[in-house]
């Protein structure tokens, strides 16, 4: 360290091996950094709750244990005056408060230990996050209680042509679908194939019972049983005619066979003539003359249409002879027992979306 100290060279006359402590005012942004944060501090701590002095203890349940907890208290800040934390007439500052009745509630659940005395503060007083979290809760759960309650007034036609009203109950839906539904229809309701046995896709515009909302609502709430008997019912058919009649089903899909209202062929005649006759005789009475199914002939039989090249159970040769060959049955579960009819209303909202509903 050197004694020498000249007061032009801007130092402190300290110097440790060469390195000296220079005099240098810190940089202006700098500062203004630094009283900008001062008064920034300030401020907060005046507005927002802060210091941890204890202004009253207060006796909260650990929701996850059910241990009573002491929390400690705090300043509250000058944020209540600011913002009132109000909601339907529930003051969150003012502190709710410990009821007999709420304290009786959790002895009754197991939490015999409780000293929390009726009218021991509940929460912090004052403005603070969870008070404001509260009061966002309650205006959330109060827009979604008028919500339900003028869905519950409404038709499924109402609901979809009101935009608002049919956001609000798709939004409703996707956990009533995935609870209820999506195990056997998919999540995205296109159905679940395995084998021998398919659940249809909810998502197309192709319907066994039909995609009005009256249909769909009857289909949810009181379930439905389709039954396509072995050889349509038959027994007399042969391994032959089974054959036929899945290469007629595959030309009726593909267009290569066209049946009119009456059952007869207005393209293919001179090939499926002799199979169309065993089909009118044998599978008309479900498909109908035309083919085209119950829904398109007004009848809601479960008897798909076998003429748009949709298969719910497979389209290739060896799948057309089993189902036409051994026959199927499918169930859907009725849901009027399960579900209340707002949230069927709901569903039925959510799969005429899905698909093309009618
Ligand atoms: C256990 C499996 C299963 C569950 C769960 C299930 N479904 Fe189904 N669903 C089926 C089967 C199988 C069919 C076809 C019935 C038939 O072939 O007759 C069907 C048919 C339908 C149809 C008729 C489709 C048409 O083309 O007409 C609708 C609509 C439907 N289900 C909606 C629902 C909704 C909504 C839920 C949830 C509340 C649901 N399903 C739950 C198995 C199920
Ligand atoms: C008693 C009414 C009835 C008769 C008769 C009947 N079907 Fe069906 N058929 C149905 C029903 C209902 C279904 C849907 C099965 C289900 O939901 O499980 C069906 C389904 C089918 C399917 C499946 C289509 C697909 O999407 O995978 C084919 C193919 C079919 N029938 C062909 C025939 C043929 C060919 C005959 C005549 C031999 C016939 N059916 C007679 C009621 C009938």
């Known amino acids: 360290m050197s004694d020498h100290h000249d007061p032009s060279d801007n130092s402190t006359g300290h110097e440790w091996d060469g390195i ?16 900008l944060g001062l008064i920034f501090v300030t401020c907060y701590y005046i507005i927002y709750p802060s210091s ?42 003012a502190g709710a408060k410990w009821t007999q ?3 009786d509630a959790l002895k009754a659940k197991g939490y015999n230990e409780l000293t929390i ?21 309650a205006e959330i759960e109060s827009l979604r209680r008028d919500a339900m309650a ?18 609000f109950a798709l939004g409703r839906a996707r956990v009533l679908f995935g609870d209820n539904c999506a195990a056997c229809h998919g999540s995205g309701g296109a159905g679940v194939v395995s084998a021998g046995f398919a659940f249809p896709n909810l998502s197309d ?33 042969t391994d032959a005619d089974v054959a036929n ?20 062929l207005t393209a293919g005649a001179g090939k499926f003539g002799a199979v169309n006759a065993v089909f009118q005789e044998n599978c008309a009475a479900c498909h109908y003359a035309n083919a085209k199914g119950g829904v398109l002939n ?34 859907m579960p009725a849901f009027g027992e399960k579900l209340d009819p707002t949230s069927i209303k709901i569903l039925a909202v959510k799969v005429h979306q899905l698909g093309g509903g009618q």
Do not use: C
């Open 205 to 237: 515009d192709d319907w066994l019972y039909g995609g009005t909302p009256d249909a769909l609502l009857e289909t949810i709430t009181e379930g439905r049983e389709g039954a396509m008997p072995a050889k349509g019912g038959n027994d007399e058919l």
């Open 117 to 137: 005395k009726a009218g021991d503060l509940k929460f912090q007083d004052g403005w603070t996050y969870v008070n404001e979290t509260r009061q966002e809760i």
């Open 101 to 103: 009745a709420e304290i």
């Open 245 to 264: 009649l899945a290469g007629f089903v595959s030309a009726l899909g593909s267009g290569e066979a066209k049946l009119n209202d009456d059952g007869e």
């Open 20 to 35: 000296r402590e220079l005099k240098n005012p810190a940089p202006t942004w700098w500062t203004w950094g630094f009283y």
């Open 150 to 167: 003028q869905l519950d007034s409404m038709s499924v036609a109402q609901i979809l042509a009101d935009d608002d009203m049919k956001h």
């Open 298 to 331: 007004d009848d809601a039989n479960g008897a798909v249409n076998l003429t748009d090249a949709i298969y719910r159970f497979g389209g290739d040769m060896a799948t057309l002879k089993e189902t036409i060959g051994l026959g199927r049955q499918a169930k």
């Open 52 to 93: 941890p002095f204890n202004n009253g203890f207060q006796k909260v349940i650990n929701g996850i244990t059910g241990q009573e907890v002491l929390v400690d208290g705090h300043t509250k800040g000058i944020m209540h005056l600011i913002f009132d934390n109000e909601f339907e007439g529930v003051k969150y500052y």
